[in-house]
Antibody
Framework: EVRLVESGGGWVQPGRSLRLSCAAS????????MHWVRQVPGKGLEWVSG????????GYGGSVKGRFSISRDNAKDSLYLQMNDLRTEDTALYYCAKDRSKSVAGGKADFWGQGILVTVSS | QSVLTQPPSVSGAPGQKVTISCAGS?????????VHWYQQLPGTAPKLLIYSDTNRPSGVPDRFSGSRSGASASLAITGLQAEDEADYYCQSYDNRLSSWVFGGGTKLTVL
């Protein structure tokens, strides 16, 4: 059974940093691209970032480019999102999602974690 | 403002058919990138419903089907059931933005 468990969320002040983690199990982690997608409660989905199976290709949504950094550790079956210079508009539920393919472009998420809440507020 | 455009809401009676549209442009759906659909039930994570325009993952009922034409795509749900009441999102890739793009979501109400 595929499991994706996010951690590292919480409350943080604007301008500070936070690192999210996603522990994966139930599939061969290094065979698939992975993504972070966020959702403001009551609003729509927004793609945050994606990383290919071997970290050779990464991508970011326009609103986080230059502030967020995605990475993965295939030896630990883990995905990460380093979030710097956080803004109030980054407040959202952050989902870790597994792609059906190895690459970011053209991908689709076939399994999702339950999400972790990040609140940016003074 | 979402890159992919969906109607905010649709509704239908049990047993009826509804269609949800997803309009893109030449840098995403019109460029040939696949369209994928997600169902999000209240209080839960999204679930992949249709991938690469027309394909259903294992376990998804054949009441759900997808299609595409030019720079647009559609999700059809036949034999509506109360349990289909959810938010539905389309997603594709945009080569101008070099990013995934989502529609704004469509809330389906089963009357």
């Amino acid at each position: 059974e595929v499991r994706l468990v996010e951690s590292g969320g919480g409350w943080v002040q604007p301008g500070r940093s936070l690192r999210l983690s996603c522990a994966a199990s139930g599939f061969r982690f290094d065979d698939y691209a992975m993504h972070w997608v966020r959702q403001v409660p009551g609003k729509g989905l927004e793609w945050v970032s994606g990383i290919s199976w071997n970290s050779g290709s990464v991508g970011y949504g326009g609103s986080v480019k230059g502030r967020f950094s995605i990475s993965r550790d295939n030896a630990k079956d883990s995905l990460y999102l380093q979030m710097n210079d956080l803004r109030t508009e980054d407040t959202a539920l952050y989902y870790c999602a597994k792609d059906r393919s190895k690459s970011v472009a053209g991908g689709k998420a076939d399994f999702w974690g339950q999400g972790i809440l990040v609140t940016v507020s003074s | 403002q979402s890159v992919l455009t969906q109607p905010p809401s649709v509704s239908g009676a049990p047993g009826q058919k509804v269609t949800i549209s997803c309009a893109g442009s030449g840098s995403n759906i019109g460029a040939g990138y696949g369209v994928h659909w997600y169902q999000q039930l209240p209080g839960t994570a999204p679930k992949l419903l249709i991938y690469s325009d027309t394909n259903r993952p294992s376990g998804v009922p054949d009441r759900f089907s997808g299609s595409r034409s030019g720079a647009s795509a559609s999700l059809a749900i036949t034999g509506l059931q109360a349990e289909d009441e959810a938010d539905y999102y389309c997603q594709s890739y945009d080569n101008r933005l070099s990013s995934w793009v989502f529609g704004g979501g469509t809330k389906l109400t089963v009357l």
